[in-house]
């Protein structure tokens, strides 16, 4: 089972389910224009054009609203929590209502097919949700990176957005930006950052919109990722962006207007808009209609570094420009871990050890996608980190990605190993309808998987979610061996709307081996031994594994980042597991039911939570339990920090031991 991380940087292409609606045919040229350019020299107008030509059909409106309303209003499971008002620091989020937005959309008299889709996914984006998705392929083929990417370091006490990277080679790294299109710029990007899906935390969505680095298994190192700022996957209000700089070296004052560079986010085939609208936008009406290679998921956003890498690479080759001589870069600028020594890289973590401080040792988590082998990769480098002298670890999420959904007790126990066999138990439930009660009926004992190559989870095929034979039952202190689970349920109300939810359960606990030398390492069941490092983006099955370290071991955590002096949130869309519409109607057909959530009629990503998981001590979901989100201490981001992580973790273990 997968915690999806569901972020709005790479369109991940996966299998959709088939449905044949009869449209009346777009007019041809409205796409001709993109389709000449062959994914070369694309041009804000072209792609405008091309989707503003995409005709609005209502059968295929009604159609999209009818599903996506019916996934939100009857499966996702925070449809209710989403609601609350006035939620308390660190979060800042206005109630979210879902299912009146979307069945506003329904009634609205819309004339723009590409406006229709966009209220659609801004409906769901405002539920800061990131396992909630819905994004059509339609209005998503393309990718928009602006040359420059931006920070938000403090200097003199002073939060002054600048310029992280320029990549045009202009020189223009750490200008001061004062306007962005004409307005105060730290407004601007705060504007940006305020509707992102990436958390209810309004700093973490502060962080999200910003430059930061991320390590990259390919490169071997960390590489910048330029924020949501810098970049959207849909089509940008202008085809530019104007700044106005102030760079303190040179002594000038620039005025840029940086134009989007495009590029497609698949080898899109079409040739004019009836092809664009048969080929990306339609749902194919049989296995081989559709020409782009279907690729998976879960695993595309799990790799959602390294694509953002190589996408945003893609998209600024061959756009380079010589620097003039009076705005070089900065020559001061930290070099990249001088002071650290890499002992080794698996699938999902890196370990160093810091040169001036050969006492700490850092662990980096860069995907949560943790299986048995890279359990006995990471026993391994710690039982490096113990040889070598390092009697500290700092555990960096810095960005951290989501991943398997039971990571968080299989890495908690790396560091405190299982007292007994529910020690690390997540407590969760699910949302219950009829069609659910009679699926876990069918399905029981059918998935595929069990205790797999990933350790204590277990495959979505079969009944995947709703094989109640995967979960503990805490009543009877043993799995389920039968289907009341999805049975024996409760009804409760939240801001006046009922629904049905599973007792809480567990997904099937699972203790490592002993290994004889953990015992000895002075880390074990320290928590003053250890130390978190997060900007907040620790997500989905990040966050899971962190939050057993902060809330239940407490080890103490340094968010970075954010606005000085205010709370910042160890993690983000903390709660439960995200489903796609692929993988909810899969379930079904095993069955040999019928999916309640029809097909889709165009070609999307649909995603939504459907279980939720809470502290064993809370009432609140962890999604919506606030006081368990912010970080112990802040550290603000500065020209060094920013671009060195060897710098940032210098700082945390400065801090943490003061030796």
Not at 563 to 581: E, N, R
Not at 638 to 658: F, L
Request: charged fraction near 20%.
């Amino acid at each position: 089972m997968v915690l999806f991380t569901i972020k709005t940087l790479i369109l991940s292409i996966s299998a959709a389910t088939m449905v044949t609606v009869a449209v009346a045919g777009p007019a041809s040229a409205g796409c001709a224009d993109l389709a000449a350019k062959q994914g070369a020299n694309i041009t804000y107008g072209d792609v405008k054009k091309c989707y503003d030509s995409v005709p609005f059909n209502k059968a295929i409106a009604r159609s999209t609203i009818e599903t996506v309303t019916k996934a939100f209003d009857e499966y996702y499971i925070s449809r209710d929590w989403a609601t609350t008002p006035r939620l308390p620091k660190p979060f800042e989020s206005d109630p979210v209502d879902i299912v009146a937005k979307l069945k506003k959309i329904g009634r609205t008299g819309y004339t723009s097919d590409r406006k229709f889709h966009t209220d659609i996914y801004e409906a769901i984006e405002s539920l800061h949700d990131g396992h909630a998705v819905y994004a059509p392929y339609c209005y998503s083929a393309y990718l928009f990176v602006q040359p420059m990417s931006l920070y938000a370091p403090v200097i003199n006490g002073k939060q002054i957005l600048k310029v992280y990277k320029d990549n045009l080679n202009r020189g223009y790294e750490d200008c001061d930006v004062i306007k962005i299109d004409g307005k105060d710029a730290m407004g601007q990007i705060k504007k940006r950052a305020s509707v992102l899906m990436t958390a209810k935390d309004p700093n973490v969505r502060f962080n999200e919109a910003l430059a930061s680095m991320a390590y990259n298994q390919q490169a071997g190192t960390f590489v910048t990722i330029p924020g949501q700022f810098a970049y959207s996957q849909s089509l940008p209000e202008r085809p530019s962006i104007r700044y106005e700089l102030k760079c303190i070296k040179s002594k000038k004052t620039v005025s840029l207007d940086d134009k989007w560079v495009i590029t497609p986010q698949a080898p899109w085939s079409f040739t004019d808009t009836a092809s664009y609208y048969k080929n990306v936008c339609l749902a194919p009406s049989g296995p081989s209609a559709s020409p782009v290679a279907k690729r998976d998921l879960g695993e595309m956003s799990l790799k959602r570094h390294d694509d953002a890498f190589a996408l945003t690479k893609r998209a600024l080759e061959g756009s380079a420009q010589a620097a003039p001589a009076d705005l070089a870069p900065p020559s001061d600028l930290a070099p990249a871990y001088p002071l650290a020594t890499k002992i080794g890289a698996g699938n999902s973590t890196v370990f160093y050890q810091l040169k001036d401080r050969p006492t700490v040792g850092v662990v980096v988590i860069y995907a949560m996608v943790i299986d048995f082998a890279e359990i006995d990769f990471m026993y391994q480098s710690l039982d490096t980190f113990y040889k070598k002298g390092v009697t500290d670890i700092i555990i960096d999420v810095v960005g951290g990605n989501g991943g398997y959904g039971n990571v968080g007790p299989d890495f908690a126990q790396i560091f405190f190993p299982n007292k007994g066999p529910l020690d690390k138990a997540a407590h969760m439930r699910f949302r219950v309808t009829p069609s659910i009660q009679k699926l876990s009926a069918k399905v029981f004992n059918t998935t595929d998987g069990g205790k797999s190559h990933v350790g204590n989870m277990f495959s979505v095929q079969g009944g995947g979610f709703y094989d109640a034979s995967r979960y503990f039952d805490f009543g009877k202190n043993r799995m389920y061996t039968d289907t009341s689970l999805f049975k024996d349920t409760v009804t409760e109300s939240h801001h006046g709307r009922k629904a049905v939810y599973t007792k809480l359960t567990s997904y099937q606990p699972h203790t490592h081996p002993v290994r004889p030398n953990v015992a000895k390492y002075p880390w074990t069941n320290n928590p003053n031994r250890l130390r978190i490092v997060t900007d907040g983006r620790c997500v989905s099955a990040c966050a899971n594994a962190i939050n057993y370290l902060a809330n239940q071991y407490k080890v103490k955590s340094y968010g970075i980042g954010g606005t000085p002096g205010q709370p910042l949130s160890k993690y983000a869309y903390a709660g439960g597991a995200g489903a796609s519409i692929d993988i909810f109607q899969a379930m079904f057909a095993f069955a040999n039911m019928t999916s309640p959530v029809k097909d889709l009629p165009y070609q999307a990503i649909m995603v939504w939570t459907i279980s939720e998981i809470y502290a064993p001590d809370s009432k609140l979901p962890r999604e919506f339990d606030a006081a368990r989100h912010p970080a112990d201490y802040r550290l603000n981001y500065d020209p060094v920090n920013a671009r060195s992580r060897e710098a940032m973790w210098s700082q945390v273990a400065k801090a943490a031991w003061k030796k």
